[in-house]
């Protein structure tokens, strides 16, 4: 830059800023170590953090466990067609003795319980992390660029979200669903992500304008835009990263949701698709055989609230500690 | 207040016209039809049926048509799959059976919700406190269509007290386990609420006043707090709503109840155009309507709002 380009303002700004953005560095790093030190002592949300850790390595691993230790995939059958009741209750064995092979008992057609229980938690996992990173990225976008613009561009961009908003959108989604049915299991689960993507993100963009509105008029974006730092640039790069806090609070608290709404799709029929089964699907299976064979039921669906419970006191835990002022909700 | 409501409305009639344009592009984009189903009619039969549903006319005369019956007569055609039935009928038969079961659970979720919020913000960082929370987030938590049935399994397979499953007119003893089942997650959604609220009341400067003026503890809470304390949950009622719809859905569908629900979820995997359409429609300009009560009820508790 050419020392007689600067103009007065533009060195204020400029000399305000190195201060400005070390104590801002500073601060950045501690206020990260606070909330993690305020985290830690709830509780709570230190159980929801290590159920969440336990129940995610056991589903990635336990099926391969499983294989290992008693020689089962989730979806062997057994094929010694003996019996013709296959279902038996938990820790027991085809002649109705103790067996530890089976602690969640089995399924109509004899499959191992608490293998289909793991595997079913992998598809759930995965659905609800995929789906929000989905919210995350076209929520941020949407929000960002909203903000910054401001003006028309924001107001329009805004009524978008606010009828979008008060549409009865889990109707649509049955709607889009039942109608766009793929015959394949992974077809499906594409048709599941686009859906549960495309309805969590508006939450997002409003947190993520609100924070951008805030601080789009603050010493550091005026600064960045004194250097020549282009539009696009100053919202990802220097905006986006100061409103993490609540999209990572919020974030945690979408996981939950999206995980409970694939259920009930699924358990209407119209999520996972066999042979891929997640928490939703199976309880939708154990629901037919409540009367006879509870465990069908029970086990994938007190599996699923435990880890929606501790995703959920994880994300008050996170907000709490990362917002101390929201605390009271 | 008028102009507020009119305003209301200038966005609410685009949002429906949104919500069937929609429906009706995913139904018209899917591939396959009503008529492509595993019985297969033959060629002169089919084409009969498609005139005389106007279904062999351009796309966009039918959706015109379809639009204009809907928002100018409320008419929403007859059901392809109830042969003869109008979609009006089919909705007014099953629209008693959804709203006494939603209203009820609402109600009872309201009741039970807010005396327990209460308590919790009355007690603070009490035991009272931690265990209604945790409650709470336990309702949260556990899926309607987990909690239905393990309520079945227990009350009506075990204990043989009520009844598993079915609609037995209004008032019944059949009625108790889907209300229950459908209130639980509102029951702790209200709870959350009411105590933030309460909380943040309960140390705002005029309930000290009230205070000081000598009111009893009794009157101080149920005159004064509670209006303030409550906000957060009148404001929630408008998407409860919503989700009131969709728990009816699975809760419907768990009791082998003739709801709206049910009938919707029918619908959709028979491909029954009309029938998806006038559901569709019809909830949500109920749902835009009760939102909108919702705003008025806000601005009317609230004399710190004002719409403009």
Redesign the interface.
Known sequence: MEPEKISPEMAVAEADVRPEEAGEFVHGTSLWRDAWRRLLKNKLAVFGLVVVVLITIASVTGPTLIKSIFGFTPDYIPTQDTQLVRSFPPFTGPNGQFSWAHPMGTDNAGRDQLARVLQGGQISLFVGIIATLVSLVIGISYGAIAGYVGGRVDNVMMRVVDVLYSLPYVIVVIVLLSMFRSQTARGQLILLFIALGSVSWLTMARIVRGQVLSLKNQEFVLAARATGVSGPRIVFRHLVPNTLGPVIVYATLTIPQIMLTEAFLSFLGLGVQAPLASWGSLAADGVQNIAIFPWQLIFPGVTMALTLFSLNFLGDGLRDALDPQMRTT | MLRFIIRRLL?TI??II??IT??WA??R???GNFYSGEKRLPPAIEKNIREKYGLDKPWYEQYAKTMANILLRFDFGTSLRFEGQSVNTIIRRSLPVSAAVGILAYLLALLVGVTIGSIAALKQNSRWDYASM?LA??G????N??LG??L??VFS?SLYWLPPSRWGGFPSKNLILPVLTLSAIYMAYIA??TR?GM??VLRSDYIRTARAKGLSEKDVVIRHALRGGLMPVVSYTGPAL?FL??GT??VE??FALPGLGNY??QA??N?DEPL?IG??AF??IT??FM?MLVDIAYAYLDPRVRYH
């Open positions: 966005i685009p949002t949104v919500v929609l429906t995913l139904i984009l899917a591939p945790a987030m336990l949260i938590s556990v899926p269509f987990v049935p393990i079945v399994l397979l959350r609420l933030a909380l943040e919503a719809l969709t859905v699975v569908r768990i919707f979820i959709s995997l491909r998806i559901i569709v909830i949500s749902l835009l939102n």
